[in-house]
């Protein structure tokens, strides 16, 4: 067993992606870090959300462990990115509200 964890371990180092998705005992899948991104945008696309709730329905809807900091850290990317724009202050995630830049615009 030892052995085995040991290949897995390799395999997921000689792989750069940075996000880690257990999809089972021993079974991992390296995926890319944007790879929340389409659904965080399209979660606030209408109007501004809370930025917590939108940690809160990824979390719910993802068909594998996610850590909510992770999500949290991307829509803070998005930001950093101009992909999001915020009301609020950013030091709590409960503390801001998000919406894609462009949407709801006339």
Not at 15 to 30: A, D, H, P
Not at 56 to 75: D, H, L, P, Q, T
């Amino acid at each position: 067993e030892i052995i085995e964890l040991s290949k897995i371990w390799d395999e997921l180092l000689a792989n750069k992606l940075m996000l880690r998705v257990s999809k089972g005992e021993f079974i991992f899948e390296s995926m890319p870090e944007d790879y929340f991104d389409d659904k965080i945008l399209k979660l606030c696309r209408d109007d501004y959300r809370s930025a917590a709730e939108i940690v809160g329905v990824i979390y719910a809807e993802a068909s594998f462990k996610i850590n909510e900091a992770y999500v949290a850290w991307r829509i803070r990317k998005l930001i950093q990115e101009h992909k999001l724009e915020f009301s609020g202050e950013l030091s709590f995630i409960g503390d801001f509200k998000v919406k894609e830049i462009g949407f709801g615009k006339k």
